[in-house]
């Protein structure tokens, strides 16, 4: 059997760790396609894990040919398969395991685990040309600050509670009804105009924000009394826990001598948080990226791409098609980097 160049190499990939259902294909560095349908959840409620997964099994087959009809290839041509195992909500890994195990047994290939932090990584270096970052890792689902040394990608500091994006989204979940809070919380933001004091939660490398949220639902409930208002709260948590997340990177960057910084997660389309830390890295001299934020959310195209960078350091193509598992707690410093 002749084996195409690895340049020609075609790998699918699937994501499905919480709210996305997503299949991107890639060929080499090129991005062919990147379909995706997101669950909403029903009453303005945050995500409900049952519910989740049955959306990503009603759309799989959908995404699947939008995926394949845009970048314009069959599942003959697949050369790759690989999908999300982990972290995230068990059901929703379950259902894109027994997905991604049906589109092994028709295609012959064996499905690749991919870590969904480390392909929100390499996604983001890949498309900003970043070398060797400190990476800010911000969504609905994850707060970590990492940085890559011996052969695995560190966890440098990383929430203890719930993630930036959550915090965010509860906010304006319990103040407005709406969801998602992130881009709601930072247009209300604009017309901030008093700093109201809210915790500042920064033990050693680790972040906390549950406790900010129960402060700033506080002093909602309070907001008459104390003459401010929805947008001074919505202004002040993003100052918080914005300069929080910049302290905890600038201080990463001091201890490992890197001289870059990669923003990625859905988080990262907020402005005031690249604006801090564009400052603090010009004041540094380093470099700052931001991934692009077609791909800075969860989506099927980075996990297409971390799963082609494991096989061509594997060299698995020759391994047995097992059946497709999950770890629901996969954590980002227990992967083994070895295409670096
Ligand atoms: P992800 O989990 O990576 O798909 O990202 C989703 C999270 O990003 C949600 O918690 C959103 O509220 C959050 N988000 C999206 N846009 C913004 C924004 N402009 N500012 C802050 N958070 C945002
Ligand atoms: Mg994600």
Redesign the pocket.
């Known amino acids: 059997m002749t084996k195409i160049k690895s340049n020609e190499l075609v790998c699918l990939g699937i994501e499905g760790t919480?709210h996305?259902f997503g299949i991107g294909i890639v060929k080499d560095k090129e991005i062919l396609s990147n379909a995706k349908d997101v669950y909403k959840p029903k009453h303005g409620s945050g995500i409900h894990p049952g519910e989740a997964a049955a959306h990503h099994k009603e759309v799989g087959e959908k995404v699947l040919e939008e995926a394949l009809a845009a970048a314009g290839v069959s599942l003959s041509d697949l050369d790759i398969l690989s999908y999300s195992a982990g972290p995230g909500l068990p059901p929703c890994l379950k259902a894109t395991a027994e997905f991604v195990q049906e589109l092994a047994e028709k295609t012959n290939k064996p499905p690749i685990p991919v870590n969904h932090c480390i392909a929100h990584i390499e996604i983001g270096r890949m498309l900003t040309k970043s070398k060797d970052p400190v990476i800010i890792y911000v969504?609905?689902?994850n707060t970590q600050i990492i940085g890559y040394a011996s052969q695995r990608y560190r966890v440098f500091g990383e929430t203890m509670d719930i993630a930036i994006?959550?915090a965010?989204?509860t906010f304006i979940r319990e103040t407005t009804g709406d969801y998602?809070?992130?881009?709601i919380?930072?247009n209300l933001a604009k017309a901030g105009k008093n700093y109201v004091e809210l915790p500042y939660v920064v033990k050693g490398m680790d972040l906390s924000f549950s406790g900010i949220i129960t402060a700033a639902l506080n002093k909602y409930k309070q907001k008459e009394k104390l003459r401010i208002t929805l947008e001074d709260i919505c202004f002040s948590l993003q100052e918080t826990t914005f300069a929080m997340l910049t302290e905890v990177t600038e201080r990463a960057l001091a201890h490992t001598g890197k001289s870059e910084v990669l923003l990625t997660?859905?988080?990262a389309?907020?402005k005031r948080l690249t604006g801090m830390l564009d400052i603090m890295c010009k004041e540094r001299g380093a470099s700052f990226y931001v991934c692009p934020m077609e791909y800075?959310?969860?989506c099927g195209a980075n996990i297409a791409w971390a799963g082609l960078l494991q096989y061509l350091a594997d060299k698995n193509d020759e391994k047995p098609v097992e059946k497709a598992d999950f770890k629901r707690n996969w954590r980002t410093d227990d992967v083994e980097v070895n295409w670096i």
């Open positions: 919480a996305t969504s609905g689902g994006g959550n965010l989204d998602p809070g992130g881009p919380l930072e997660g859905g988080v389309a907020n800075a959310g969860d």
